[in-house]
């Protein structure tokens, strides 16, 4: 993703979302990300009852202290420190003989595993919209045929044009299929694009084209 290929400028950007140190509610705000931040703490931690008491622990702390003087800079940063600190607290009060063999030090905002997972979240999310966005106006499939698109990527126009109308209540055409997941790929680009400028402090284009390579997603600008 380039300034020239970027889907929305930063003025646009500033019309559709807000950064996530101008959100009122921390708690309510950080819970749609939940499931990277469990995702992680399973994979670190390997139990599911430590991983729960370590994201109930942030959640509450946020309840009542918010972003406080840490609301800076990336989200997934913050949120890496934060299951990091819930985490370690409820290992070390546990049992020795039943605690998990973890190092912390492997958890860090730029860890493979913690991308990985946070991409994944990322990505949830604008499909999540994508298909809300089919819901509200069914004559616009872009969701079912860009879904379609995604998971056969071997398949031609007339094959997926098959699949969709055989698999789902959505009826395409074959020769209006190109120019369907043309348009499907734009909104889902843009609507990503929405979901990576919520993680920054700053609704800056040049921050937010940083941020989708850091995380791997250029090609989703690209393409």
């Keep these: 993703m380039t300034s020239s290929t970027s889907s929305t400028s930063a003025a646009g950007l500033s019309q559709t979302s807000q950064p996530w140190t101008a959100a009122d509610n921390a708690a309510g705000f950080v819970l749609r990300y939940l499931i990277p931040m469990r995702e992680h703490?399973?994979?670190?931690?390997?139990?599911?009852?430590?991983?729960?008491?370590?994201?109930?622990?942030?959640?509450?702390?946020?309840?009542?202290?918010?972003?406080?003087?840490?609301?800076?800079?990336?989200?997934?940063?913050?949120?890496?420190?934060?299951?990091?600190?819930?985490?370690?607290?409820?290992?070390?009060?546990?049992?020795?003989?039943?605690?998990?063999?973890?190092?912390?030090?492997?958890?860090?905002?730029?860890?493979?595993?913690?991308?990985?997972?946070?991409?994944?979240?990322?990505?949830?999310?604008?499909?999540?919209?994508?298909?809300?966005?089919?819901?509200?106006?069914?004559?616009?499939?872009?969701?079912?045929?860009?879904?379609?698109?995604?998971?056969?990527?071997?398949?031609?126009a007339a094959m997926l044009a098959v699949r969709i109308n055989t698999q789902s209540d959505v009826q395409v055409d074959p020769k209006k299929l190109a120019p369907l997941l043309v348009e499907a790929r734009k909104l889902f680009a843009q609507m990503l694009e929405?979901?990576?400028?919520?993680?920054?402090?700053?609704?800056?284009?040049v921050q937010v084209q940083n941020e989708v390579e850091a995380l791997g997603l250029v090609s989703i600008f690209t393409n």
Excluded at 46 to 70: C, M, N, P, V, Y
Excluded at 194 to 205: K, S, Y
């Design 41 to 156: 703490l399973l994979q670190g931690l390997g139990d599911e009852s430590i991983a729960d008491e370590s994201l109930k622990r942030l959640i509450s702390h946020l309840i009542t202290q918010g972003f406080g003087a840490h609301g800076k800079g990336r989200i997934r940063d913050f949120l890496m420190r934060g299951i990091r600190s819930a985490a370690k607290s409820v290992v070390t009060e546990l049992p020795e003989a039943k605690r998990p063999k973890v190092d912390f030090a492997t958890w860090t905002p730029d860890s493979a595993g913690w991308l990985a997972h946070w991409r994944n979240g990322l990505l949830t999310r604008a499909w999540r919209c994508l298909e809300r966005a089919e819901h509200k106006d069914p004559t616009k499939p872009f969701y079912t045929v860009l879904r379609a698109a995604t998971d056969h990527r071997d398949e031609d």
């Design 194 to 205: 929405i979901e990576v400028a919520e993680t920054l402090d700053q609704l800056d284009a």
